[in-house]
């Protein structure tokens, strides 16, 4: 089991920005994958307006920002209200008669902290709410190569639906639930898809992915096409997140265009045989580089990620980043 190839999966997307700086230290970022009760994850596309992955569909996220979370789960949390208009969190108190926010205030809260007005602890004392963290399970980490304009080390989290406490949609396309800060938009939809349809979407190039997106829903897909059972997802995924799976740090490095004969570069993850792996190993993703950008053609990882991922592969990364971890 998780012994993936995906195959013709594309992604493009243009780099663009300012000329790297050296040593540019990535900024710290969250991400949150949310599943809901019908095997469909969250997904917002970028608005091609975006400074950094325009146009791309991705999980909702953003940087952290010290001035608003407390910490990285929490910045998770608050992009994906921001975003999506789906809050984790849940009553302080039990009492029958705490009411969570209407429709109307969530937007209202959405357009206030996207825009720095408001605080989003502020709105959530105002409301009696506090967030769902314990929800939140770590589901591998990803820094942008050093030669990027824009750099991010981007924590990943999944959490599941209906079992987190919610406020907000939970299944279907919700299209209208954007967020609308003063004279632009961060994302220009926002809705669940299946896996299956996601990767089905992109190959007939209706929407585009980054390697991390491909990375996760590849993984998630494996799992869900493994066992049928609901119950037993959930608890393989979590199992993932709970070993050397979901404390992996990825660092993406780029290999000569021809490495793999075929005319493709070759992005390698820690654990491929030229990233510290037995020879023979493969965690890899091949690419096409053209004018647009570049294009993901396939997740190529030969191994069982439940039982053949060693800590070693991972030493160097983890060392490097325990910096910016630490605080957060």
Do not use: C
Not at 38 to 43: A, I, Q, R, S
Not at 115 to 130: A, P, T, V, Y
Not at 213 to 236: C, E, G, M, N
């Amino acid at each position: 089991m998780s012994r993936t190839q995906t195959g013709a999966v594309s992604t493009s997307t243009k780099a663009g920005g300012a000329k790297p700086t050296k040593d540019q230290v990535p900024r710290p970022s969250a991400s949150l994958v949310i599943i809901n009760d019908k095997d469909e994850v969250l997904m917002v596309q970028r608005t091609l307006q975006a400074s950094a992955y325009a146009g791309v569909t991705v999980f909702p996220g953003g940087n952290y920002d010290p001035k608003q979370d407390s910490s990285i789960k929490m910045t998770a949390i608050r992009e994906t209200f921001e975003e999506s208009g789906l809050l984790i969190a849940r009553p302080i108190s039990s009492s029958s008669s705490q009411k969570m926010p209407s429709d109307a205030e969530l937007d209202r809260a959405r357009h206030e902290i996207h825009s720095n007005r408001m605080l989003f602890k502020d709105f959530l004392d105002q409301h009696g709410l506090e967030l769902d963290v314990d929800s939140l399970i770590p589901f591998t980490e990803w820094v942008t190569p050093p030669d990027y304009p824009r750099r991010f080390h981007t924590r990943f989290f999944v959490t599941f639906l209906p079992a987190a406490s919610s406020t907000g949609f939970k299944s279907g396309d919700k299209r209208e639930r954007i967020p609308k800060p003063d004279g632009s938009q961060e994302v220009v939809t926002t809705r669940f898809l299946h896996p299956s349809v996601a990767f089905s979407e992109n190959r007939a190039s209706k929407i585009t992915f980054m390697p991390p997106q491909i990375y996760i829903l590849a993984t998630i897909q494996d799992v869900f096409s493994t066992f049928p059972d609901r119950t037993t997802q959930h608890a393989k995924i979590r199992e993932l997140s709970g070993g050397l799976f979901g404390k992996m740090v990825i660092n993406p490095r780029k290999m000569d265009a021809n490495a793999n004969g075929r005319g493709d570069a070759v992005l390698t993850y820690e654990g491929d045989e030229t990233r510290g792996g037995k020879k023979g190993r493969l965690h890899r993703s091949e690419v096409k580089v053209g004018k647009g950008g570049v294009s993901t053609v396939a997740l190529r990882r030969n191994f069982d990620i439940f039982t053949e991922i060693e800590s070693d592969w991972f030493n160097n990364s983890l060392e490097e980043q325990e910096g910016n971890k630490a605080k957060l």
